[in-house]
Each structure stands twice: as C-alpha cells, then as structure tokens.
C-alpha cells in the first residue's frame, strides 16, 4: 500500500486476461517482443477450459494431434499423445508443461480475477484492476478469456435449499467426485452433458437424464493413438498445420466437394456410413450443402435419427432422444463415447423437460410438472454464456468512458472480432465476429495471437502508440458476419451460438461462418495495406 492507502499502480507493457490456450501462448509472442506481461486468471491454475472442466468423460473432440500448439516446434516434436482424442487430464498436462517449459508461471496472477479495465485517453494506457486489490497500467490489454468460461447455471427456484450435492460441469471440483451408490440427475445434454452421462451412469446408482432439447451426436470411436499415425504427423507437422490453417474449420476434416444430391442414395447412404464408422465431427462434412440446403441437411439428420432408433431399444427413449426441431450440425454437434447405449441401462431414466418442466429444486430432488425426484446430487451441463459472456462480466470502459456493455446492448460489434470502435489497444482473442467457436479455437487463438503480435510489433517499429477500428469499418464487419450467417441454416436455429441459451441475451449470430481460411487471409489483407480500417496514432 502507498502512504494514501490506495494500491501502487504497477506499471507493464502488456496486460493478458486469462491464462488459458490463448493467454499462455500470448505471454510466449508477446515476452518475444520483448514485452513484459502481467497475466490475470480467476483459477488455482492455468488451463482454462480444461483446469475448470475436469468432470468425467471430459474430452476434446477435435484429434488431439491437432488440438495442440504449433508455436514451438521441439514442443510439438516432443510431445506424446496417447489417444486420438486427448482426455481433460492429458490436456492439463500438456498446458502445465507449456507453463513450466517456457517459465511463464512468473508472469501469472492466479486466483485473481480482473473486475475493470478502464481507457486512460490522456495517458494512453489501459487500467486495471484486481478482486485482490491490484491496480496495473498497460499500453495493451489483450482479453484471452475464452468463448466457453462464463459457466451458466439456469435459475432454478429452490436451488438455495438442495441438501445434496450440486456442480456445474464448466466449474468442476478439483478433489474426487464419487456418486457411487447415489441418484443422481443431469440437466442438459449438449457436449458436456453427452460426455458427462455414460460416466456417471456406470457409477451411479441411478442417474436421471433432464432433457429438454435433444441433440445429434457421432460417436468417437476414441482409441489409443498408433505410434505410426503420430510419427507420421510429427514427420510432416508443417504441412498438415498449414493445410488446417487453410481450412473452413482449422481442421483436416475430409470436405467434401460435391452436393447430397449429385449421388445417387445408394452412394449417398455409403458415403453417411463411412463417415458413421470413421467418427468424430467429420461426418458433418459429408457434402458441401449440407449448412446451406435443408433438404440435404434433412437426409444427413434422418441417417442419424436412424443410428440413434437402431441404438436405443425401447422405442419411447430412442424417440426422445431423436432431435427434430433444428438442422443437423447448426447447433455444435456433440461427438460421445456410448451415449446413445447407456439408455439401454437399467439404472437410467430419460426425463423429458419439454413435457413436464422443472418448476423447483426441493431439499431433496428436483420437481418437474410431472413428478418429484428424488437425488443425492444434481450435475448441471447448461453450459455457457458463451463468446461475450466472460467479456461482459469486466467493466470495461473505453473512450469518453463508453461502456461495452452499452456498446454491445443490442449485440456484440466489432472490427474481425479483434478490437472495437471506441476501444484503442484493447484486443481480443477469438471474439464475437471471428470464426473463434466454429473451429479447431487452438488455431484461431494461434491465428489471433500471432495478429496481435505482428500488429504491435509494427506500430512499434512505425512510431504508432494507438490502434483502433474505424466505426465504418466495425459497422462493415459486423454487417458481413450477419450477411454470411444468414446465407446458411445456423440462423434457423435457437442455439448458444445465436446466444438463445441466455434469458434477454440478443439473438446474434456470434462467429464469423465464412470459414476460417478466408477469414485469416481477410485479416492477413487488412495487416499487409497498412491495418486497412484501422487508425494508427
Ligand atoms: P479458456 O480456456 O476459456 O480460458 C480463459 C480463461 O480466462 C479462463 O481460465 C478464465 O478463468 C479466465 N478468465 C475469464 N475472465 C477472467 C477475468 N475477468 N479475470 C481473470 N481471469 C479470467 N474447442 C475446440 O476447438 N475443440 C474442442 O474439442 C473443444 N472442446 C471443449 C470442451 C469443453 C467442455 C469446453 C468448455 C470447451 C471446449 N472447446 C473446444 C473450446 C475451448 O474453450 C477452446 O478450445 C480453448 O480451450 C479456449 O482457450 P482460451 O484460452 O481462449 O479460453
């Protein structure tokens, strides 16, 4: 404490909120520059995502040869994954020996979370500060706090008064959870909820499933990853890393090239069987229509409505579990180990929410309009207010003290998802308006991050101490990423993406869908004619 009692004020270059995938990698590019960093992060740890989402069956759906850091190559040489799908724990890992590998630890606040930043016009600086009572002062303050961190639990009247036990997935405990011997229910059966079931019902003594929206999963066929396959990729990294980068999604999905109805059904019910077999989020890219055209959607759904009747043996469950109301894929498509199979056991009972609602948590369950349930413990997957969320929860104030919030009142507005009008030298990673979500989101971070890197680096070197988009180029963007989205069916369907998870969040298409290849080069254009829609001072 000064003499006056306030805080001193610390003083960096760079200030980095989070110390998940984006926040470490951007402490690695931006200590390259020479820069100091403070970091700030809410957890005992860092990780992100996967320090808070250690539930079971907690894993990643994109390979995990993939899923991972390009930045350092003797890090990628050197690393061993163990299974084609990286678990939670495998991940955590991996990110606490990126921490330890390159020192980072130093440069990071944990158990700290950033309650304000605040634009200082006059100084040109960002001030923030701390739940702890820190204030720092940056000329760049870069949010890394994730598109998924902002952990919803649903309002749920009585939920004060449960004398169980309760958890949100996305804030997962760190010592063991056993629900050995227990009634357990799971609200929500979006990824979390999907990956989160089968586990839980091989320990519980019975588990409750509270559905209200069904959704479409693939199985994973998840299995230890074969030496070869790895070798193969660290053999040729740069070359597969620079064919995701050039990808729709950062992802080496198979894309299919032709439509639904340039094949015949026979070719076309192969064709949805091989990806089936293959596994995994690839499926959805069978052929090139199917987010464009709802009659070849429908075909591509009705393939999986039948795997999941095939599945489920009692007729009423598989029927349940068929979704029907939305398009397959505009709404994240989950990826899963036995989901479908663990309704077929004994001790698990789908319950319908869209029939009979929750209308309260008692002391000791849950009561729809149907029945009451008796429960040791409820496990909500509910999931996020994703994309702005984490963004929303800071008071961020920018020029003559304009609020994001304000800003944002009637939905997210941004130049590329990296900054907003009104807000110099404050830049986000993977933000509203960039593909962020739809991705393989180590790419984009990586992608975001190395932009941010170079765009400092440069007003550095040209004498420039502010960059901030220009309104007509934030209005611009933001009027292509709605025109881009409303070319396809995600528009169509009540989904976090459209931010319909959140009672009186706008119905906004959040990312960028154009595909991340284009995206990047847009944003690789804007940098090469000198941060076109940008101004520099
Ligand atoms: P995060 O990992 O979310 O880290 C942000 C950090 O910022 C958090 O630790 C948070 O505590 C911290 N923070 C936020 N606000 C503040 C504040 N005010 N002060 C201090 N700290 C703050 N993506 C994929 O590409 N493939 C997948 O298969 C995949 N699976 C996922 C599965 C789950 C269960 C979830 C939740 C997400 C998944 N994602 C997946 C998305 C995942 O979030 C990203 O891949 C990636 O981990 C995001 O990294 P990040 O650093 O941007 O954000």
Known sequence: MSGSGKPPVRHVDAIVVGAGFAGLCLLYRLRGLGLSVRVFETGAGVGGTWFWNCYPGARCDVESLQYSFSFSEELQQEWEW?????SQPEIQRYLDHVAD???????ISLETTVTAAIYDEQANLWRVETDRGDVFEARFCIMATGCLSAARVPDIKGLDRFGGQWFHTGRWP??????????????GTGSSGIQAIPMIAAEADHLFVLQRTPNFSIPAWNAPLPVERQNEWKENYEEHRRAARNSRSGILYEYAQRGTFEVDEDERRREYERRWATGGANFTHCFNDIFF????????????REKIREIVKDPKVAEMLTPTDHAIGTKRICVDTDYYKTFNRENVTLVDLRQAPIEEITETGIRTAAAHYDLDAIVFATGYDAVTGALLKIDIRGRDGLKLADKWHGGPRSYLGLMMAGFPN???ITGPGSPSILTNVVVSIEQHVDWVARCIDHM?????????????????????????????????????????????????????????GKYSQICETVAAEGYRGFQLA
């Open 82 to 86: 163990t299974e084609r799908y990286a």
């Open 101 to 107: 590998r390159f020192d980072m630890r130093r440069d």
């Open 174 to 187: 760190k010592q063991p959870v056993s629900f050995r011997g227990k009634r357990v229910a799971v609200i």
């Open 293 to 304: 055209d709802r009659s070849a959607n429908d075909l591509a759904a009705e393939f999986v």
């Open 426 to 428: 404050l830049f986000v």
């Open 460 to 516: 550095r070197a040209g004498g420039a101490e502010r960059i901030e988009p220009t309104e007509e180029a934030e209005d611009a963007w933001v009027r292509e990423v709605g025109e881009v989205a409303s070319k396809t069916l995600f528009t169509g369907t009540n989904s976090w993406y459209m931010g319909a998870n959140i009672p009186g969040k706008p119905r906004v298409f959040l990312p960028y869908v154009g595909g991340f």
